[in-house]
């Protein structure tokens, strides 16, 4: 069945894909573009990207330019002087969408990357005539990081759900778990934390099972959602929810009770330490060759995790807990490697 329904896919409709994306691309970003660029931007070869030029002539009367660099072609279409967008960008403020879209690039599976790819080359239509979109100077190291590409269906179905306020069905599987567990949520925030998407939601009642409220919100892990589906149950969005005082109160991204974390600090790790921004109302003191870094933390295992990786530039003064956690853990590495 699914070869014949390839056989029957109309070879035009790509073409003409490629043609309203080409069109696109020229008209909004006012940008010049090599043959050889719009060939791998749009997975075709430069012959192609010729026809498809002609046709946006002859159909649309676009007046595309074109020179010559070295052996290269590049072609635009120009913007004329006098016809300006209503809504004027600012350089600087055409730079800022070309930043954001460059460091949030590998965070975005292909499709909602290329949404926010059309909107930063529709961006370049509302700058002043006369200045250049310019090329772009951002760029994201993307080793260590996650694929969100196979979780986009994931992702849109969930934005879905806050936009249209209905209760999803999930399947989720724990990082530690054997088996997938299946619950209803509300979803309602989606945020970035380290190189990873996370959804910060409220268990909903599961028809069938009895309903117990939870200690804390489910924070679940955008990868780790083996299905979702909307339900036609509807949810009020909490009026006291306020996800800033939720989940930037403190060091760490898991919700638990609030503590304060102390931490000695030398070499290298105070000088990384002293240049960021831990918590509300922290301290960081300084004497002699030690800095102490106090502030307020929702997470031990995330402490545990922060002391360990400033390795023998660290020593966990407080909790307690923590402290006892990094010597096992400390303990564990050592007997793994004798």
């Known amino acids: 069945m699914v070869a014949m329904m390839q056989a029957k896919k109309n070879p035009d409709s790509s073409y003409g894909e490629k043609l309203i994306s080409l069109f696109a691309k020229l008209l909004f970003s006012g940008e010049r573009y090599s043959l050889t660029e719009l060939a791998t931007m749009l997975d075709c070869s430069k012959q192609t990207i010729l026809r498809l030029i002609d046709d946006i002539t002859l159909a649309y009367g676009a007046p595309i330019c074109d020179e010559m660099r070295g052996n290269r072609k590049y072609v635009w279409i120009e913007r004329r002087h006098g016809a300006e967008p209503a809504a004027l960008l600012s350089e600087a403020e055409h730079q800022t969408l070309q930043m954001c879209r460059a460091f949030t690039q590998h965070l975005l599976g292909e499709k909602t990357y290329k949404d926010m790819e059309r909107a930063v080359e529709k961006s370049g239509a509302h700058l002043p005539a006369g200045v250049e979109a310019g090329e772009p100077v951002f760029g994201v190291v993307r080793t260590g990081v996650i694929d969100y590409s196979q979780y ?117 790790a105070a000088s990384f330490a002293r240049e960021r921004q831990w918590s509300p109302g922290q301290i960081i003191e300084t004497k002699g060759a ?49």
């Open 152 to 268: 986009e269906d994931v992702l849109r179905t969930l934005i879905d759900g806050m936009d249209r306020r209905r209760v999803c069905a999930v399947g989720y599987r724990n990082l530690t778990a054997d088996a997938t567990k299946h619950f209803h949520i509300k979803p309602l925030k989606i945020f970035a934390h380290r190189e990873s998407i996370y959804v910060h939601a409220r268990r909903a009642k599961t028809p069938g099972k009895p309903y117990k409220t939870p200690k804390f919100d489910p924070l679940l892990a955008l990868q780790r959602f083996t299905s979702v589906e909307l339900t036609d149950v509807l949810f009020r969005r909490p009026t006291n929810y306020d996800f800033e005082k939720v989940m930037n109160r403190g060091f760490g991204v898991w919700t638990q009770k609030k503590f304060r974390a102390v931490l000695d600090l030398t070499g290298w």
């Open 290 to 338: 030690v800095t102490r870094l106090s502030f307020w933390a929702t997470s031990e295992p995330e402490v545990v995790a922060l002391a360990m990786s400033f390795g023998s530039c660290a020593e966990v003064i407080g909790p307690v807990a923590v402290r006892e956690s990094v010597l096992q853990m400390l303990e564990d590495s050592l007997n793994h490697y004798r």
